[in-house]
C-alpha cells in the first residue's frame, strides 16, 4: 500500500509570485485535505477535495486554491505569495469523505521571502 | 470561535515514566477527537482516536480520556520511551463537515533517558 506523497519538499520563493503543490493521495483515497502548519502552531484546515469537487473550506483568501485529478492526486496553487504563507505545507487524504481515517503527508516547506 | 488548545506547550519526563498530555476544547459537534504524533520534518501521525459518546479509550501504552463535562481530552503515555519524543497535537474531526481537522497548538515531549 503506498502512503502519502508530497513534491516538492522544500520551495523557496518571492513574495508576489506563485506556487503550486502537489499530493498523490493513499491508494484506494478518493478524499484529499490540506492544511497549513505555521511554526510551532498546530496544522489548520485549508480545503478538501472529494471526487474532483471542493468539499469544504477553511478561512483561507481565494487566492488559496486547489485541483483534484481523476486519480484522485491534487493540487494547491498560492496565488500573490505573502511573507505570511511561508509554512509547512501538509496533506491528508482519506478513504472517504467525513472519515475519520487520515493519512498525512510529510509535507512541503515553503518559505517566501 | 472554534479552537483546541492545549494546557502546557513542553513535557519533560524521564525514561519510562508515565506522561499526560492535556487538551481542552471548545467544540462540542465533533464526532471524534485525536491525538497526533508529529516527529521533525515529518507529518502528523495518528496515534489514537476516541468517539464522542465513549470516555476511554486505551491502546499500546496509549490510553485518551474524553470528559465532555468540562470539554477535555487528555493522552496517556505509559513507560515513556525516546522514540516518544515529538511534538503531540490533539484535534477535532467534524465529521458533518467533510472530517475537517481542528488542531490545537501542539505539546513538545521530551524524554530524558
Known amino acids: 500500500e503506498t502512503g502519502v506523497t508530497q513534491s516538492p519538499t522544500h520551495l523557496i520563493k518571492t513574495r508576489g509570485q506563485q506556487v503550486t503543490l502537489r499530493c498523490s493521495s493513499q491508494s484506494g483515497h478518493n478524499t484529499v485535505s490540506w492544511y497549513q502548519q505555521a511554526l510551532g502552531q498546530g496544522p489548520q484546515f485549508i480545503f478538501q477535495y472529494y471526487r474532483e469537487e471542493e468539499n469544504g473550506r477553511g478561512n483561507f483568501p481565494p487566492r488559496f486554491s486547489g485541483l483534484q485529478f481523476p486519480n484522485y492526486s491534487s493540487e494547491l496553487n498560492v496565488n500573490a505569495l505573502e511573507l505570511d504563507d511561508s509554512a509547512l505545507y501538509l496533506c491528508a487524504s482519506s478513504p472517504r469523505t467525513g472519515a475519520r481515517e487520515q493519512y498525512f503527508g510529510p509535507g512541503t516547506r515553503l518559505t517566501v521571502t | 470561535g472554534e479552537s483546541v488548545g492545549l494546557h502546557l506547550p513542553t513535557l519533560s519526563v524521564q525514561e519510562g515514566d508515565n506522561s499526560i498530555i492535556n487538551c481542552a476544547y471548545s467544540?462540542?459537534?465533533?464526532?471524534?477527537f485525536i491525538w497526533y504524533k508529529q516527529e521533525s520534518g515529518k507529518g502528523p501521525q495518528f496515534i489514537i482516536d476516541?468517539?464522542?459518546?465513549?470516555d476511554k479509550r486505551q491502546g499500546q501504552r496509549v490510553t485518551v480520556l474524553l470528559n465532555k463535562t468540562v470539554k477535555h481530552l487528555s493522552l496517556q503515555i505509559a513507560a515513556t520511551q525516546p522514540g516518544d519524543s515529538a511534538v503531540y497535537f490533539c484535534?477535532?474531526?467534524?465529521?458533518?463537515?467533510?472530517?475537517?481537522?481542528?488542531f490545537g497548538q501542539g505539546t513538545e515531549l521530551s524524554v530524558k533517558p
Open positions: 467544540n462540542s459537534a465533533s464526532d471524534y
Open positions: 476516541i468517539r464522542s459518546n465513549m
Open positions: 484535534a477535532e474531526n467534524m465529521g458533518n463537515q467533510g472530517g475537517k481537522l481542528i
